[in-house]
């Protein structure tokens, strides 16, 4: 893909990049790399080396961004990379635990250190522990807050700022309908999930004067081994199918598109928002 040209606005409290109408290319192949290339760009993508997160790493790569995908089991996180680069993708790998303060810490200078700074954070790691509420106890409890809501919030804490500096950045979180609603059993992860969204929205205020966006995107029901619990039982999966307005379950891939809309230029006046990816889920 072509770099487009770039000519810089001024907003009145910050200055971006943007192009101009008559820079916009007149083919419809250039326009819509003009919207949505991720050339030049550096993402780092939690939890991409399998579901929702191995698909938006892969989407966000496709696009022409160097990605870091960074999860804990380095197998899969070797698939995932080989795949990508096969395909002629820039990308690597940082193997480590979200589950505490040292680990994110540690994973976040690893993976500054492959491609540089990254222009992209993509929160898609997460853990799904959830007994009967009455039967959670702290380490369920703390667990859960660390990897869904704590790894969220210090990575953006590390990057946000440089984000800003450079004035460009986008940062998505992967949130959950258990945000919105309780239901099966939402527990702890339920509540990780809607202060996740509470922080986007904080990141948004923080940060979106500099040119750097924070939204979430919300799946339905997605065929995932995060949702194995449900997902082992056809007649769960197909009552959570007929709830749909579509007529199915959510796959991986169906988080490419809008995961590059939101990575891209193109949303730059989109932030603070939670886009639901559900198939109508949340509105049958």
């Not at 339905?220 to 307005?245: H, Q, Y």
Request: charged residues 20%.
């Amino acid at each position: 893909m072509r770099v487009p040209a770039l000519h810089r606005i001024w907003t009145g409290r910050y200055t971006h990049d943007a192009r101009s109408a008559d820079q916009m290319s007149t083919t419809p192949g250039g326009y819509l790399s003009d919207l949505f290339s991720l050339d030049g760009r550096t993402a780092l993508v939690t939890g991409g080396s399998s579901g929702i997160g191995r698909a938006i790493a892969g989407a966000l790569a496709r696009a022409g961004a160097s990605v870091v995908v960074l999860a804990r089991k380095e197998a899969e996180l070797t698939a995932t990379v080989e795949e990508l680069t096969a395909d002629g993708c820039r990308a690597a790998w940082v193997s480590a635990d979200l589950s505490t303060r040292e680990g994110i810490k540690a994973g976040a200078e690893a993976a500054a250190a492959v491609f540089g700074e990254p222009d992209i954070l993509v929160n898609s790691a997460g853990i799904n522990l959830r007994p009967p509420f009455g039967e959670l106890d702290d380490e369920v409890w703390d667990t859960t807050m660390t990897v869904n809501l704590e790894a969220p919030f210090l990575l953006g804490r590390r990057f946000g700022p440089g984000m800003a500096e450079r004035g460009f950045g986008r940062i998505i979180h992967i949130t959950s309908q258990q945000a919105h609603r309780a239901f099966v059993q939402s527990g702890a992860y339920g509540v990780s999930k809607g202060a996740l969204e509470s922080l986007a929205r904080s990141q948004a205020e923080a940060w979106s004067p500099n040119g750097v966006t924070a939204n979430t995107l919300v799946p339905g029901f997605v065929m995932t081994a995060l949702n194995e619990r449900l997902s082992s039982d056809p007649e769960k999966v197909a009552a959570l199918a007929a709830r749909t307005m579509v007529g199915r379950n959510g796959l991986a891939e169906d988080f490419a598109g809008a995961a590059v809309f939101l990575a891209s230029t193109s949303s730059a006046y989109v932030t603070g928002q939670s886009l639901f990816v559900d198939g109508g889920f949340s509105v049958h």
